[in-house]
């Protein structure tokens, strides 16, 4: 709590006055040890003394590298404080423009919070349920292994299936799952396999009049396909 304080007491003009003079000696530090450490490893490892010219181009690297590096922390943040935005001490603080600190959360945006419930509305859009229906008609191998078993296809019921299910229904149970989407279906699709019963018999025929003697919710003849697959 207290960086913010003297941060906000302490002009701006004294503020830089201090940065620069921070920046300065910086830079105649790292000049200096730079070019020490050189001598010294020279010295010990190589036994030769390093050449004066040579000796104040080390210096000098050192001090504009440390140069650089200081101002980057002090000047290049973007804020008034030393190494952060609005603070006095590296790496900153997130305070306001006259070095307080803000208590205040992050803002709302107004728009996005109008957005939300739109966007609700629209997932709602999205989940309407499907306007088709398609019920397959098995028979033969495809009823066998849908079943788990060996079965008589002239005496078997449970031969029909909704596709994208697993479930075996009979004529009625199919007719029921029909019936309590009427309201939303526009087309009831009857697909039939090679092995299925043909069109003409009584499992294929007895579904397709009673799906064309239903209504749509706009008082329409329901639409019934026959969808023949390999």
């Known amino acids: 709590m207290s960086a913010p304080l003297l941060a906000a007491e302490v002009p701006e003009f004294v503020l830089t006055t201090l940065k620069i003079l921070s920046l300065i000696g910086i830079a105649a530090l790292g000049g200096f040890i730079l070019g020490w450490t050189s001598a010294v490893v020279a010295k010990l490892y190589f036994a030769q003394t390093i050449p004066p010219k040579i000796a104040w181009f080390i210096r000098a690297l050192g001090f504009v590298t440390c140069g650089l590096i200081a101002y980057v922390i002090m000047f290049n943040t973007g804020g008034s404080g030393i ?52 019920v397959e008609v098995l028979g033969g191998a ?40 009427r309201e939303v279906l526009i087309l009831v699709e009857i697909v039939l396999y090679g092995d299925s019963p043909n069109r003409t018999l009584e499992w294929v025929n007895e579904l397709e009049r009673w799906a064309r003697d239903l209504r749509t919710k706009d008082g329409k003849e329901m639409r019934v396909e026959i969808r023949e697959k390999g």
Do not use: F, H
């Open 83 to 134: 190494g952060g935005s609005g603070g006095w001490w590296p790496g900153g603080g997130g305070g306001q423009k006259d070095g307080s600190v803000s208590t205040e959360g992050p803002k709302k945006d107004d728009k996005t919070a109008k957005k939300a419930p739109e966007k609700e509305k629209d997932k709602d859009k999205k989940a309407v349920v499907p306007d088709v229906i398609a």
């Open 142 to 181: 495809r009823l066998e292994a849908a079943t788990g078993k060996k079965v008589d296809p002239n005496n078997e019921p449970r031969r029909y299936r909704l596709v994208g299910t697993k479930e075996l229904l009979t004529l009625d149970e199919v007719k029921e799952r029909i019936d309590k989407r």
